[in-house]
């Protein structure tokens, strides 16, 4: 079978009290379809629902019932193979599918709309396509997860100095930082699937805005839609955003998180620090500098983290001078939420991989933590445990970095008698106690750097994302 449009200059199905047609550019300018398409599947599947509820009330026949199911099946199937294409000239999504229907079943699918406007069915239709969409994110987010985790257990004991003011501070595992994005990345997932729970209410049958006179069964459409349950306000029902508004918060956090972590593999990738090297397949050249392999990939997601914060702010807007309840102005939340879904979408593709394929260069790492005095605050404590009030301790130190500053040298360079002239409770023993495997091997408190402690952190997460 070929593929079928619809009439070129449809109609309007709201042609009724209008003498003329709506200006060309007016009507572009009003149609929504080329980004409200995208929610055919839900748009179909809603209407489905929304049919049997009405021959289960008897608001229309079992026999147009079951010709509209049959109907919206076929067109869905038609979609999905590529044989029917969505006619641009509609002026969006819904009335394309029930201009479609009545094309192909006649009279019973002018009855569809029975009990129901755009306002509730968009409504619906979005909810719909977001909880789709979190599932799919979510999924994406477990990859990365994973991905995470697989390199934090590879490296787990490889030492590197960890950073505060991007100063060197104090030793770390490779393993501890990475799971850190993996906690964080975590509570992206329950952010989603809190915005998702909250939303998870059927707006359907709140019509334009006051309800309807006819005797439906909103429940019942809810349930076969997989809703909890049913907005309990139609004016609430038809002028919420709110669940686009948290979700788009939702997506900007994520897109920080993969700003924050893109931002230290640039770091980590560069010359200077030298901690990580990106595989080719991640990385680009430059057409002129033969020696360059550039991040782009996560310079580029650092970048697009602005368009999502941006389509949050957008989103806010739009919607803080909207008197109740729908506004045309409303159409506006399509693009700026599908436009940050593709884009978290797409920079969670390729960040997984990115990092599963991430080469750590563990020499260097270690090579840079035995610089920069990351020991100081274990030499502080070996004083302090040994009696000196910490402040003491914590003053001597400074002077004995002093000395070290002056004469080019690291704490584990002074010999035992140079420690002595500052205190006599240091004894040979201080040498191991601020070896960098000491430092990190000893701190063993919960969610600290050490091994046990890090493999206790990939034990928790890998169950989380189980589950
Ligand atoms: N395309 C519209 C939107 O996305 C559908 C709802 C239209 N409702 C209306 N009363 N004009 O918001």
Not at 110 to 133: C, E, F, G, P
Not at 253 to 276: G, K, P, T
């Amino acid at each position: 079978m070929g593929k079928t449009c619809i009439i070129k200059t449809m109609e309007k199905m709201w042609a009724g009290r209008f003498s003329k047609a709506l200006d060309e550019k007016a009507d572009d300018f009003n149609s929504s379809i080329s980004f409200d398409s995208r929610m055919y599947r839900q748009d179909i599947t809603g209407s489905i629902a929304h049919a049997s509820m009405l021959a289960k009330q008897g608001i229309i026949s079992s026999a147009d019932c079951e010709k509209i199911i049959a109907g919206l099946g076929d067109i869905l199937d038609d979609i999905d193979g590529g044989r029917l294409e969505i006619d641009m000239n509609c002026e969006d999504i819904h009335m394309f599918v029930e201009a479609e229907l009545t094309k192909r079943i006649g009279d019973a699918g002018k009855k569809l709309h029975t009990a129901r406007s755009r306002n509730d069915q968009v409504a619906l239709d979005i909810r719909l396509y977001l909880k789709d969409k979190s599932s799919e994110l979510t999924a994406l987010l477990r990859e990365l997860i994973e991905a995470v985790t697989e390199q934090a257990e590879k490296n787990k004991s490889a030492i590197l100095p960890g950073y505060t003011h991007l100063q060197r501070a104090q030793p770390i595992t490779f393993g501890h930082h990475l799971m850190a994005y993996a906690m964080m990345l975590l509570r992206d997932i329950s952010r989603l699937e809190d915005a998702v729970a909250r939303m998870n209410l059927s707006p359907l049958g709140s019509c334009a805005l006051a309800g309807t006179t006819y005797n439906t069964d909103r429940e019942f459409v809810a349930e076969k839609l997989g809703f909890d349950g049913i907005t309990l306000n139609s004016i609430d029902g038809v002028s919420d955003r709110d669940f686009c508004v948290e979700l788009m918060s939702a997506y900007s956090i994520i897109m920080m998180h993969l700003s924050r972590f893109s931002e230290e593999i640039i770091l980590w990738s560069s010359w200077e620090f030298s901690f990580v090297e990106l595989d080719d397949s991640f990385t680009t050249g430059s057409s002129i500098m033969p020696q360059k392999k550039n991040s782009d990939m996560a310079e580029l997601v650092r970048g697009k983290t602005g368009r999502v914060y941006g389509n949050l702010m957008a989103m806010l807007a739009t919607l803080k001078g909207l008197p109740l309840a729908y506004n045309k102005d409303m159409q506006e939340d399509k693009e700026a939420i599908f436009d940050s879904i593709d884009t978290v979408e797409a920079c969670l593709e390729v960040f997984a991989p990115m990092i599963r394929t991430m080469r750590v260069k563990q020499d260097n790492m270690y090579r840079a933590a035995q610089k920069g005095f990351i020991n100081a605050t274990d030499l502080a404590d070996y004083l302090t445990k040994k009696g000196m009030p910490f402040r003491s301790a914590y003053k001597t130190v400074g002077q004995i970095v002093a000395e070290c500053i002056s004469k080019n040298c690291v704490l584990d360079d002074l010999s035992l008698e140079e420690y002595k002239k500052y205190s006599d409770i240091f004894e040979a023993d201080l040498f191991d106690e601020i070896s960098l495997e000491t430092c990190v091997s000893k701190r063993i408190s919960a969610g600290g750097t050490s091994v046990a402690s890090v493999e206790a952190q990939i034990a928790y997460v890998k169950k989380e994302i189980s589950k």
